[in-house]
């Protein structure tokens, strides 16, 4: 039976779900993370041994684990027109009511 280009579309979008998760890379993680657990007190250790030889080394590589620990920070973007000359003119009050503003703006996005 061959396969026509609607039931390969069909299929395409249970293949790829928004929001499941993909099992294969759950189980990679999660075997990932038992092999460290596993290994946190010879880290430690190790740790120590580099950063007797070569500290520079040792910092490098705890930067390089905190990315799997600490999130980074996403790049955002704020688009918008500013009237200085606007600012300018407004009272401090008037200022601090555009701040609000803009904050409750920001918020419902």
């Given at each position: 039976?061959?396969?026509s280009k609607?039931?390969?579309?069909?299929?395409?979008?249970?293949?790829?779900?928004k929001g499941?998760?993909?099992k294969?890379?759950?189980?990679?993680?999660?075997?990932?993370?038992?092999?460290?657990?596993?290994?946190?007190?010879?880290l430690?250790k190790?740790?120590?041994?580099?950063?007797?030889?070569?500290?520079?080394?040792?910092l490098?590589?705890?930067?390089k684990?905190?990315?799997?620990?600490?999130?980074?920070?996403?790049r955002?973007?704020?688009?918008?027109?500013?009237?200085?000359?606007?600012?300018?003119?407004?009272?401090?009050?008037?200022?601090?009511?555009?701040?609000?503003?803009?904050k409750?703006e920001?918020?419902t996005?």
């Amino acid at each position: 039976m061959a396969l026509s280009k609607n039931k390969a579309s069909e299929l395409g979008k249970k293949s790829t779900r928004k929001g499941v998760p993909n099992k294969s890379t759950t189980e990679i993680r999660q075997a990932f993370q038992l092999l460290i657990s596993n290994e946190l007190p010879n880290l430690s250790k190790w740790l120590e041994q580099v950063a007797n030889e070569n500290p520079e080394k040792a910092l490098d590589i705890i930067i390089k684990f905190s990315d799997f620990v600490i999130p980074k920070l996403q790049r955002t973007e704020i688009q918008a027109e500013i009237n200085i000359n606007g600012l300018l003119k407004m009272t401090t009050e008037q200022r601090r009511q555009r701040i609000l503003e803009l904050k409750k703006e920001f918020k419902t996005k």
